[in-house]
Structures are given as C-alpha cells and as structure tokens.
C-alpha cells in the first residue's frame, strides 16, 4: 500500500497529555478531589518564575515547571509569592508593574504572543497542559518590596462582601497599636487579600483569602518584622472581617478603613490564609507567624481568629509518598491557616515531583517534562506547593432535571462537544454518559453543561445520559448513540517518543508517514512532509473494530516534524487525514 496521508488533531486541539480524572488516587496519578464541591486552595512560592522577562518557553525550564504543576493540581484558588522579578530571574530587571505582571500570569495561564518578547508565540503555558482549568480572575498586589509582588488568583470572581465597595487589598488597612496589636500593616511586602463570590446555588456562604511572602531571615530585625505583621493581620482579621465575634467591624474603632466597612462576613464565609510565612513553626522555638494568624493573642483563649474566637487552625500537609513536611530545603515556611468552624480540612499535602513513585503515579499534566517528570518541581522553583482541599458549608441543594442532550450522536472515539439542557443545574454536577465521567468544559447558569464525550466501546452503542450532583440524579434513558469515527489522526509524546493514532471507519487499511516539514506530491495526493522522508512508521496498519489503530515513533533528533495518514473506504479509495506538527527536545 504506498499511500501516506495526512494526520488530524482531536477537535483541532494538539494534544499534548491525557485528562486527569476527578477523583483522589495519587498512587494512580489521579489527584483530582474526592468531591467536586471541595475548594482546593493552593500556596507557592514560585522564585521569581513569573516575571514578564522570563523565557516562555517549552523546555527544561522554571516556567514549563510551573505551568505544569499548576495544571496537574487545579486549585480552585491559587496564592503566588515571589513574582515580578525580573532580576532574580536573572532575564531583564526591575519589579513588573501591576499591568506587566496581570498580562506575564495571563500568558502563563492562557498563552498567547509575548509583547515582552517581540510578541513572539508562548509555547508552555497551563492551559496547554489542562485545556478546560482556568483560573479567570486575577489580583495583582499594588505591593512589593522592590523586587517582587504576590498574587491571588481565582476560579470564581472576586466581590465586595463586607460592605466597602472594594473586594481587594494590597495591604491591610493601618491598625492603631490595641490589645496585642503593635499597630502598622502587613509587613514589607504587604498582606494582600481577596473577598471571592462562590457560587450560591451550591455554597451557603463566600470565601476570603489572605496571601503573603513575610520577611526573610533570621537576624533579630526580619524576626521582628514577621511578628509584627502577624500580629497586625490577626487583628485585622479578628476585628474587622469577623468584628470580634460580633456584628459591628472594627468595634473598637483601631482600624483605618477608608472607605468604611458596613458588616462583618456571614457565618459561612471562612477566612483562609496562605503564603510564603518564612518561619518554621516545629523548630522555631517560639509563637510565629502561623500560630499568632491562628491562635490571636491567647492560645486556646477567646480572641482566636476562628469565627466563633476559638483558635483556627494551620496545615500540617505532608508528601504523599515519603511524609515529608518541608517547603523550602529542610524547613516548612508554606502554609495555610483557616477558620475551622466554618472550613473543615479534607486533606492538606506538599507535592514535589522528585518524590512521585511509581512512575504511573505522576499527574499527566507534568508527563513529557524536558529532562523528566520527576525534574519539575526542582526546575520549577526552590519552594514545594502547599496545596489543601476545604469542605465549606453548602446551599440546601435540589435534584436535576435533564431534557435534551446535543447532538444526540458522536463518534466511538469520544472526544468531542455535547450541550446538555435542563434546570437546576449545580455549580458542581457532574455528568456521565453510560456511567462514565464526561469532563465538564463549561456551564450556562443552571440551565446547560457542555461536556466532552468520553469514548464508547463499540460502534452503535447506546447510553444513558445522566446529570449526577448532591441533590440528587437525572437520568435519560437511551440518550446518545455512538457511530463511526471521522478519518482524522490525533498524537501524544513524552519528549522524543511519539504515539500516533489514526482514527477512521472500522477494519479498514491506513498508511501513515512522518518527515521533516516540507510538501510532495506522490499519486495524485499532496503531502506536509519534503520528498527525504525520515523515519517512516508501518504503512500494513489496520484500524480496529472501533476505528482506530495505534503506532509509536522515536524521532531521531530534536527537530520539528509533520505527519499524515489516509485511511482506504470500502468503496477502494483513500482519504487524507489532515497534517499533524510534532516538535521533539
């Protein structure tokens, strides 16, 4: 059979990495929640890796590191210290403005061209890795010390919850000294937070978050200096977000609120704090940053900075697979710190890739690393994640209802876009289809849910559909019918392994050919390769009886390649798939 044609990528997206799945097993690199209404919430500090001069590039580099982890644990909110510079990234100099940095974390986010690089095209950014997680809402802290500055960003849209006309801060308001309070802000680089909107029909109330890198070093002075922010902070937190216990904010009128806060948060909104804390709490020997933001000034007393004025609580997350505890060389100077009446912990851990074992338990997202999967967290940054996932208090919930699934067919492979319509839809449902998990890719209020179809198991099938949440089940019966692929090519790669797979009509012949880019012409069809044709892969290939047949390739070198493929009809002739671009380190 000397015919090779062209290749396709799925729905026109290149494929780079499989889906993670929604569910909690790390062991076999699913580190999804265990419950989609979970708020996962993420710290780290990332070493000055987002930065507007920064290369953004594919490759074994701090910035493909980051986007990858990002990618493979999708925090519903992600905390950030330490970008902006651009001198200890060592690629230009200075801090980013709030605008330079706003635009650096939406082309790590979402791609796009550089215009801090000649507009030249990003190639690494998270989306590449996890195309339907998004973080869409960004607040870029006014603060910074000279070099760097924090950043909040947020699944769900930041607003005004207690009454000011703002939801963000760069820095707390100045507190007067009271109480245990020294008075001041928040320290050299500030203490940022963000007042977030969840979503009512699932959550019954919103979230706060909280962000800071406090001062480094163990000299008298930054000890001091950490204090005294905690202190300020715990006070700011105690008084004006939660009017220390009662209903009127900042009751003892020590706080420079300008404009003035109205009401204290509602008894379902928790207060989370994170960030880069810059003391150990186990070995310090004394009451740092992570117990004053959580005990208040007594410990077990009644000015602890839950909302009830217990004491809050502080992470004690671990490595999955070796039970470390440390963030940054031997010591822990990440945490998270939360109100526990309101937020219950599910489970806090540290994620570093040098420590994922077996190989099978890497998350996807960080498969075909540069240098390997197990590089990226020493790449990325000198800082590990702390990543937690918080049952919060819910809405009172109620069943769904589904009426029509669209379009109602679609090819064995899966892969491609349905539109479910119906009513009481929840923020958090989850959809199948013959019982297994259809990624969501986008929701219309309560009404509609657009997934991607997983794949059938034979042409012809017939599935029930059903719309799953804590409500309850909606169900239609017969709902979609699996058919004959499209005659196109998809691929996946881990650096210079290459897997090809050509979809099509079952049991029929197909060719397939990869080559330096270039074109020719060869029995009446037009190739993206040039006439030397490198590293030819089997053209004796069949598709199977769901239409679809496999095949590996090592490329030679680091090079860019093409690839195509045609596939014979039963009526004899061939039909092109469309030309797919490989690009090997």
């Known amino acids: 059979m000397n015919t090779l044609r062209k290749l396709w990528v799925v729905a026109g997206v290149l494929v780079v990495g499989v889906v993670a799945r929604a569910q909690w097993d790390p062991a076999a690199g699913q580190w999804g929640k265990t419950q989609a209404e979970d708020l996962r919430v993420m710290t780290w500090n990332v070493q000055d890796g987002i930065c507007s001069s920064n290369n953004k590039v594919e490759g074994f580099n701090d910035w493909s590191g980051l986007a990858r982890i990002v990618a493979a644990m999708k925090p519903d909110v992600l905390i950030l210290q330490e970008c902006g510079d651009n001198n200890g990234e060592g690629t230009g100099s200075g801090v980013d403005s709030v605008a330079n940095l706003t635009t650096t974390v939406n082309l790590f986010l979402h791609g796009g061209n550089d215009p801090f690089h000649g507009n030249s095209a990003v190639t690494s950014w998270v989306q590449k890795y996890a195309a339907t997680y998004d973080l869409p809402n960004v607040f870029v802290s006014g603060s910074n010390d000279g070099f760097n500055r924090n950043v909040i960003l947020s699944r769900y849209p930041f607003a005004d919850l207690n009454g000011d006309g703002r939801s963000q801060l760069s820095d707390i308001q100045s507190v007067s000294a009271d109480l245990y309070a020294p008075g001041g802000t928040g320290g050299i680089r500030g203490f940022m937070f963000a007042e977030i909107n969840l979503p009512d029909g699932l959550y019954a109330g919103n979230l706060v978050m909280g962000c800071a890198h406090l001062k480094s070093g163990s000299d008298a002075s930054s000890m001091a200096q950490r204090i005294t922010a905690s202190e300020n902070v715990a006070y700011y937190v105690d008084y004006m977000f939660n009017g220390a216990g009662g209903s009127t904010p900042d009751p003892r009128n020590k706080i420079g609120d300008i404009p003035t806060v109205t009401s204290v948060l509602d008894a379902s909104t928790p207060v989370i704090m994170g960030g880069d804390w810059n003391e150990d709490e186990n070995t310090n020997g004394r009451k740092g940053p992570a117990e004053w933001l959580t005990l208040g000034g ?39 710190a939360w109100q526990d009446s309101i937020a219950t912990l599910r489970r806090a851990w540290v994620f570093n890739s040098a420590n994922v074992t077996p190989s099978t338990a890497m998350p996807p997202e960080i498969v075909g690393m540069a240098g390997g999967a197990g590089v990226a967290s020493g790449i990325a940054a000198d800082h590990r994640p702390v990543i937690a996932d918080f049952i919060l208090p819910l809405a009172t919930q109620v069943p769904p209802m589904l009426t029509s699934v669209n379009p109602a067919t679609g090819p064995v492979r899966g892969g491609n876009a349905v539109d479910l319509v119906g009513t009481d839809f929840s923020p958090a449902a989850a959809v199948t289809f013959g019982g297994v998990n259809a990624p969501v890719v986008s929701r219309t209020g309560s009404t509609g849910i657009r997934v991607t179809v997983p794949a059938g198991t034979a042409i012809g099938q017939v599935v029930d559909v059903s719309v799953n949440q804590l409500g309850g089940t909606s169900t239609l019966t017969n709902a979609y019918t699996y058919g004959e692929n499209p005659i196109e090519l998809a691929f996946s790669q881990a650096g210079r392994s290459v897997t090809f797979i050509v979809y099509g009509p079952p049991n029929r012949p197909v060719g397939l050919a990869v080559g330096p880019p270039g074109s020719m012409t060869r029995l009446g069809f037009t190739f993206c390769f040039g006439a030397v044709q490198t590293g030819w892969l089997p053209r004796t290939l069949r598709t199977n009886a769901t239409g679809s047949v496999t095949a590996s390739w090592t490329a030679p070198s680091a090079a860019t390649w093409h690839a195509q493929g045609a596939v014979r009809l039963p009526d004899t002739t061939f039909v092109q798939t469309n030309c797919v671009t490989v690009i090997t380190p």
């Open 298 to 336: 007594a410990a077990g007393g009644t000015d602890g900075l839950d909302r009830n004025r217990t004491d809050a609580t502080y992470d004690d997350a671990r490595d999955v697979f070796n039970n470390g505890r440390s963030t940054e060389g031997s010591a822990k100077f990440d945490y998270l």
